[in-house]
C-alpha cells in the first residue's frame, strides 16, 4: 500500500509543485485544465455530470498510457465530498486490501464518509485480490476506481466488472499533445515558463508524434530536452528538431505482445490480409515485429491465414507461408524479415476463400450431432475370411478400372450422405475445383445404397 494515511486530505498526495517530474507538475487539477477525452469530460458529458452532481460510482478507467486514467482519479478527489485513498497493484498484497477495505468501512460507520479506492493497474491484483473488493463494492461502502492499460473484459473479475462502470480513455492526438507542450513552456507556476524557451514548430510536431498519445512521454522528453539546455556552456532558449531527437533517442512503439495491443495488431493484420489490403497487411505486420513481437508467431498465424482464408482458391499460400517462416527461421533477423513481408503482400493480393474453414466447421457439427457414424461396408477393407463372410467390401468399385475413374460409389454413411461440406468458391482454383466437383456429381447420380 502507498504511504498515503487513509483519510488524508488529498492535496497531501500530489506531487512537490516545484522539485517534482515536469509531468507531474503539470498534471491538470480540474476538468477545464484537461486536455482530450471530450467524450467524457465535455459539458453534459457523462463524467462531468457525475462529478459535478456528486454522484460517483465505481468506475474502471482503461487506455493507454499517458492519456489520463490516474489525473481522472485525482480530480475527482479534489472535487467530491469523499475520502480518498491510492495504492499500487504492483506493490500492495491481499494484506493490505483487507486493511485498507476495513478502515473505509469504519470510516464510513463512525463519519458517514464514503471513500474512493484508486488502484493503479488493477489488471496486475489476481483473483483473489480482485475478490476482496467484491463485497464493498456492491454494498456501496466504497467508490473503487481502477485503472488499467489492459483490456477488462480478460483483466478484471467479471462479478467485480459487472459491477463497475467501465469509461474508455484515448490516445491523445498530435494535436492534443502539442497544447500540453505549450502548457508546459508557458505555465510560469508548474511548468517552464519562467524559463522563456521557444520551440520550433517542427520540434514540437516530431515530439507530438515520437510520444505516441502519450503525455507522459512528451512532458518527459521535454523536460530532458530542457535540462540539455542548461548544461550546455552557451545560453540556449531554443528547443530544435535536434534536441527533441536527442533527448528520445529512439521512438518507442506502444506495444506489449502478451497484452492487449498484441490482439489489436494481430487482429488487424488478420483482417487486412482478409480484405485485400496489402499496404495496410504490411503495415500492421512491421508495427508488430518493430514493437518486439516474435516474427515467427507472425508466421505461424499467417500460415494459418493460408488456409483458414484462402485455402484452395490458391493452393501455393500455404506453401509461400510455410517457406517464409523457414526462410526466417534460417535467416534470422534482419534478413529475414523480408520473407515475411513477401508472404504477407503474397497473401494479401491472393484470391480468398474461406470454404475449407467453413467445410471444417460443418462436419464438426455434424459429428457432434450424430456420432460415430459407422463406415459403409463397401469401403471397408476386408484382409481376413470371416471380415469377408460379414461383407466387408462387398460391391466396391475400384476407381481406375472404371470409366474415366470414376467409380459411381457413395463413401459418406446412410445417414448422411445428403451432407454437402465443401462449397468451392468461384474464385481463382477453386472455380476449376467447382467444375470437377459438378462433373463427378453427374457421373454419380444414379448411385443407390443397398
Known sequence: ???????????????????????????????????????????????RRMIENDQLQS?????????????????????????FTSFSAVFSGIKSVRAVMEQSQSRLRIYGRKTIIFIDEIHRFNKAQQDAFLPFVEKGDIILIGATTENPSFEVNSALLSRCRVLVLHALNQRQIGMIIKQALDDDKNGLGTEKLNID?????????????????????????YQWTKIEEEKIDRITVEMIKEAYQKKTLRYDKTADQHYNLISALHKSLRGSHPDAALYWMVRMLEGGEDPLYVARRMIRFASEDIGNADPNALTVAIAARDAYHTLGSPEGELALAQAAIYLATAPKSNSIYAAYRQ??????????????????????????????????????????????????????????FYEPSRFGFEKEIKKRLGWWEKKRSNVTFS
Open 1 to 47: 500500500m502507498s504511504n498515503f494515511d487513509l483519510f488524508s486530505d488529498p492535496d497531501e498526495f500530489d506531487i512537490d509543485k516545484k522539485t517534482g517530474p515536469l509531468a507531474d507538475r503539470m498534471r491538470p487539477e480540474s476538468l477545464n485544465q484537461f486536455v482530450g477525452q471530450g467524450h467524457l469530460v465535455s459539458k453534459g458529458k457523462f463524467l
Open 59 to 83: 468506475l474502471i478507467l482503461w487506455g493507454p498510457p499517458g492519456s489520463g486514467k490516474t489525473t481522472m482519479a485525482h480530480i475527482i478527489a479534489h472535487s467530491t465530498d469523499h475520502n
Open 363 to 420: 462436419v464438426t457439427a455434424v459429428i457432434k450431432k450424430t456420432g460415430n457414424l459407422p463406415v459403409p461396408l463397401h469401403i471397408l477393407n476386408a484382409p481376413t475370411r470371416l471380415m469377408k463372410s460379414l461383407d466387408y467390401g462387398k460391391g466396391y468399385q475400384y476407381d481406375h478400372d472404371c470409366e474415366d475413374n470414376i467409380a459411381p460409389q457413395e463413401c459418406l454413411p446412410r445417414e448422411i450422405r445428403d451432407e454437402k
Open 201 to 225: 514548430e517542427d520540434a514540437i510536431l516530431l515530439l507530438s508524434n515520437l510520444a505516441n498519445g502519450d503525455a507522459r512521454a512528451a512532458l518527459t522528453t521535454l523536460e530532458i530536452a
